[in-house]
């Protein structure tokens, strides 16, 4: 089972627009309903931040968005911010395997 | 509001089993539609899924780990528990326990809680 590809760090002025990518395959990413998003900051248990690919959970700016084409899911901060640099993770249910799988994770920095 | 606590062993010899515990407080793991999780995160790496055990009791591991995990669960006092056997210096982590919702009551298909995390080193 390998792990979701990321790009390894993506960078931003405050107030630009990043966005990140998660690519799987078709047994994951692109057959998954259920792909979500998770912001880490050092030291610090894993945030929610984007469920069922493009719902974010009550008291997620609405700046971070998510959105699917075909094997690749993306996350996209609008309006960066400095409290948004932080490592990010992407992850997909694999239906076929009944597991699930995270990406290798993108390290945010605002510029 | 559900809240989650690990416990355990910082330091496991070489191999030994990792056994941790995750205590839940706010709600009931016996909850239809929940998940009860572990992840694992080795030293300045990415996220790891380890398996979870469902509300009925029901298990699901990591294929790369199946033959080596075991998680259980006990209602009465609200705890699920890790077993990693056989472990080595490569399984050195940060480990997790999270709830995963699967209903679309909560935030369905996601690991919507997470308790902060212990860090086992396995070393002699």
């Known amino acids: 089972q390998s792990a979701l590809t990321q790009p390894a760090s993506v960078s931003g002025s405050p107030g630009q627009s990043i966005t990140i990518s998660c690519t799987g395959a078709s047994s994951d990413v692109g057959a998954s309903a259920f792909v979500s998003w998770y912001q880490q900051h050092p030291g610090i248990a894993p945030k929610l931040m984007i469920y069922?690919?493009?719902n974010r959970p009550s008291g997620v700016p609405d700046r971070f968005s998510g959105s699917k084409s075909g094997n690749t899911a993306s996350l996209t901060i609008s309006g960066l911010q400095a409290e948004d640099e932080a490592d990010y993770y992407c992850s997909s249910y694999t239906s076929n395997s009944r597991s699930h799988v995270f990406g290798t994770g993108t390290r945010v920095t605002v510029l | 509001q559900v809240q989650l606590q690990e416990s355990g062993p910082g330091l496991v010899e070489p191999s030994q089993t990792l056994s941790l515990t995750c205590t839940v407080s706010?709600?009931?793991?016996?909850?239809?539609?929940?998940?009860w999780s572990w992840i694992r995160q080795r030293p300045g790496k990415g996220l790891e899924w380890i398996g979870y055990?469902?509300?009925?009791?029901?298990?699901y591991y990591n294929p790369s780990l199946k033959t080596r995990v075991t998680i259980s669960a006990d209602t009465s006092k609200s705890q699920f528990s890790l077993s990693l056997t056989s472990v080595t210096a490569a399984d050195t982590a940060v480990y997790y326990c999270?709830?995963?919702?699967?209903?679309?009551?909560?935030?369905?298909?996601?690991?919507?809680?997470w308790g902060q995390g212990t860090m086992v080193t396995v070393s002699s």
């Open positions: 999270g709830e995963y919702c699967s209903s679309t009551t909560c935030y369905d298909g996601a690991f919507d809680i």
């Open positions: 055990i469902d509300y009925s009791g029901i298990t």
């Open positions: 706010g709600g009931s793991i016996s909850r239809r539609g929940y998940y």
């Open positions: 069922e690919v493009s």
